[in-house]
């Protein structure tokens, strides 16, 4: 299988099973339109027809010749070797945990997925004894795991944060005792960001995720606090002194939401970027098509035009000597996640799941509040094995959209929670998220060509490419 497309004058092949990208000239990708395997002795005379108008016949001949050597070698058209990892997707030891620590918050998102903070179940605070339950019922499920990650989420997680410093003391406690080690992450909307908050977060979180969504008008238009008034001005300034006083060696990212107020997208990261951020994560809303802000299909051309101006914008940017990180243009073409990595993406239900204040475990935070998805309860000690089962078997080859999608195993089937809320069957994929994945994938894919051929010489450019 091969995935071909133009842009930004690159005529680019993904051999999808491979993982190769190839940079070709413009009579190999459209020879490409009319040959496919098993490849004859000699160019098909239909395939001749069709080009010799703009080509010479050694031109095509020669040209066939090499797609022939190509799928010989099994550098395109490469046989897919991963479904036969397909029967080791099973039921895995948890290695991830999203820890509920608030069902409140202190703004009021239009577009929040948690019904502004509560999940619907009414607003509540974690319990540190919970809190310490859901650790060891982590390190419990880890089995022979060593490294296991636990976000700190909410709803505004800051809400309770004196709990998050003793389950994060107690963790630590545990993990010295059972050969376990955390990595912590908490997610925050900033707004109860203090000194003292900032230290402890930059000394014991691993990763910091800082919601914000671009621009002040952008940001302030569906990011307001309690009161309906706009935080950007309260939020900026705190956001920028934990990053300031962050260590390199620790991660973070300021992760925002575009919707259809916002098209332009592009301007709120670069919003982000100018105000001294270079991890950079906006996002599309993935909302019911009733509200005013939602995506829909019909908005797919702008988007993708959109996605394709931020990733020139991106290479503009590269070459004034200047770089950040988006975060959704951020893939490894040479080596990647491991086989089952790719078959199953996220592992939510599996090896990853969610508890909330009441003790509640759900596959993943976006399950929180959909009962039919409750896997268990701490305070019960009970857990669905047959649940886990299903959302082991949530690969990539039991969804029948993905089988045949060339970005497949890039997106690993997409979110099975969007899934489920969207097309109602978790193997069932979210359209108009598959659409908008492809297109950041190609721009991706553009980027590391564009940035690789502008690190090679000449005469280091394959002579193919230089007829384009």
Known sequence: MIHKYFMNGLFIVLDVNSGGVHLVDELTYRLLDEVAPPFEENCPEKAVNALQGEFSAEEIADCYAELKELYAQKILFAEDEYEKYAKFAEPAPIKAMCLHISHDCNMRCQYCFASTGDFGTGRKLMPVETGKKAIDFLIERSKDRKFLELDFFGGEPLMNFDAVKEIVFYAREREKECNKKFRFTITTNGILLNDEIINFINQEMSNVVLSIDGRKEVNDRMRPVVNQKGSYEIILPKFKKLVAQRDKDRDYYVRGTFTKYNLDFSEDVFSLYEAGFDQISVEPVVCESKYPYALTEEDIPAVSAEYERLANRILENDRAGKHFNFFHFMIDLNAGPCAIKRLKGCGCGNEYVAITPDGDIYPCHQ?????????????????????????????????????????????SGGCNANNYQYEGNILQSHKLSCELEKKRLECAIMIQAVRKLEHLSEEEIPASFRKC
């Open 367 to 411: 399950f929180v509040g959909i009962e039919k998805f409750k896997m268990g309860n701490l305070e019960e000690g009970t857990f669905n094995e047959a649940l886990k089962q299903e959302f082991s078997q949530s690969h990539i080859y039991n969804k029948p959209e993905c089988k045949t999608c060339w970005a497949k195993f890039y997106c």
